[in-house]
């Protein structure tokens, strides 16, 4: 309970249970606790709803910065694939990149709340389906990004997350 943060201790008078408030923000080992291989799936459909409505945005607004962030993260996973957790962090960051890339502020935020289940999320998927699908499918939308091809950025977002939905159940 003190490691969730959900206790405090008052020198002198005890062990409380805190109260919690809205605004605070979760201690990010709850996510990771409490999804459960089903969670995963559920991630994962959130994320095939929210990501491919994203990347329309994001192609409309990217700019030669956001596509050299793109690039240099996506170097960064080919670099890292055989390094789960590191190959996971680099792969949630691509896909936080396309967030901030929208530049629509709720957005931004959503994504930010969510940042600690979707990266427990991303840590089990590259632990049970490795690196190379997640490569081939960034190289694919970068280069959709790049070149202004929102619909096909789209697409293949959408392949890249059924790919990963299919993985998972055929990996259980």
Same mark, same amino acid.
């Given at each position: ?6 206790? %405090? ?5 005890? @062990?409380?249970?805190?109260?919690? @408030?809205?605004? &605070? ?10 999804? @459960? ?10 994320? &095939? ?19 050299? #962030? ?22 949630? %960051? ?12 709720? +957005? ?19 632990? $049970?389906?490795? $690196? ?16 202004? #091809? ?8 959408? &392949?890249?997350?059924?790919?990963? +939905?299919?993985?998972?159940? %055929?990996?259980?």
């Amino acid at each position: 309970m003190a490691a969730l943060e959900l206790t %405090e201790t008052r020198h002198g008078e005890g @062990t409380y249970v805190r109260r919690l @408030t809205a605004s &605070q923000p979760l201690n990010s080992l709850i996510p990771m606790m409490l999804l @459960t291989k089903d969670d995963l799936l559920d991630v994962l459909e959130f994320r &095939q709803i929210i990501e491919t409505g994203v990347i329309g945005l994001a192609v409309q607004r990217a700019g030669p910065a956001d596509i050299r #962030e793109l690039e240099r993260i996506l170097g960064q996973m080919r670099r890292r694939r055989r390094h789960t957790a590191a190959f996971a962090e680099s792969d949630l %960051e691509f896909h936080l990149a396309l967030g901030r890339m929208t530049k629509n502020p709720v +957005i931004i935020k959503v994504l930010h709340v969510l940042k600690d289940v979707l990266s427990a999320s991303m840590e089990d998927i590259v632990g $049970a389906l490795g $690196a190379e699908r997640g490569l081939h499918y960034h190289a694919i939308i970068l280069g959709a990004v790049r070149k202004g #091809e929102k619909e096909r950025a789209r697409r293949f977002m959408q &392949q890249h997350i059924e790919s990963t +939905i299919n993985g998972i159940l %055929e990996a259980r």
